[in-house]
Nanobody
Framework: QVQLVESGGGLVQPGGSLRLSCAAS????????AGWYRRAPGTQRELVAR???????NYADSVKGRFTISRDNTKNTVYLQMNSLKPEDTAVYYC??????????????WGQGTQVTVSS
């Protein structure tokens, strides 16, 4: 059982920046990967950024060059630095952390979501 707490969302003007944080706690046996997803009004949830256990990262084309995902192992925290924000980045952002238990099973853990609104 892993609990994720997200923070850092808010209202920002186009061109501004925000940093989202996702703090994990609980029974983390081994880390597999983490990602940030988002769901905008009237759209399906999409993968924004992903980081694996050796810190290889992947990004959606729409955010590549503007967003950076990172992980602090000592704090069990995943971050999403968002720069040059655009109105189309407006969405609820969700943190996902995938771990394995002692039986080798996948544990798929989700945060509660944090609202990011980009508007002038």
């Amino acid at each position: 059982q892993v609990q994720l707490v997200e923070s850092g969302g808010g209202l920002v003007q186009p061109g501004g920046s925000l940093r989202l944080s996702c703090a994990a706690s609980g029974a983390i046996f081994s880390f597999v990967a983490a990602g940030w997803y988002r769901r905008a009004p009237g759209t399906q949830r999409e993968l924004v950024a992903r980081i694996d256990r050796v810190e290889i990262t992947n990004y959606a084309d729409s955010v590549k060059g503007r967003f950076t995902i990172s992980r602090d192992n000592t704090k069990n925290t995943v971050y999403l630095q968002m720069n040059s924000l655009k109105p189309e980045d407006t969405a609820v952002y969700y943190c996902n952390v995938v771990t394995r238990n002692d039986l080798g099973g996948i544990m798929d853990n989700w945060g509660q979501g944090t609202q990011v609104t980009v508007s002038s």
